[in-house]
Nanobody, 123 residues
Framework: QVQLVESGGGLVQAGGSLRLSCAAS????????MGWFRQAPGKEREFVAT????????DYADSVKGRFTISRDNAKNTVYLQMNSLKPEDTAVYYC????????????????WGQGTQVTVSS
């Protein structure tokens, strides 16, 4: 299992931007599909975005499409989530997750998780 550590969360006004980072341990990072998920208070964890091991394929939730961008740097064992035009409804704990080999987008398909980073968007 890869070990994951998120950073970059914080408080931002609506319309602002944040960039989340997720640093991974190990030498097999490029074999992992990586994803960002989020969980708001009282709600289930939900899919935000995923990127394939090579970075050639990405998927986004409809709610963030056009505003968020997922990317990865395999040389640095890091995956990023650039979040622009943030809205109050984007407020949640954001989790980085990894799944070896097969591409996936569902929460239940990911076996490695970070501890989460809080993103709060004020109106």
């Amino acid at each position: 299992q890869v070990q994951l550590v998120e950073s970059g969360g914080g408080l931002v006004q609506a319309g602002g931007s944040l960039r989340l980072s997720c640093a991974a341990s190990g030498r097999t990072f490029s074999m992992y599909t990586m994803g960002w998920f989020r969980q708001a208070p009282g709600k289930e964890r939900e899919f935000v975005a995923t990127v394939s091991g090579s970075g050639g394929r990405t998927d986004y939730a409809d709610s963030v499409k056009g505003r968020f961008t997922i990317s990865r740097d395999n040389a640095k064992n890091t995956v990023y989530l650039q979040m622009n035009s943030l809205k109050p409804e984007d407020t949640a704990v954001y989790y980085c997750a990894g799944r070896i080999w097969a591409y996936a987008t569902k929460v239940e398909d990911f076996g490695s998780w970070g501890q989460g980073t809080q993103v709060t968007v004020s109106s």
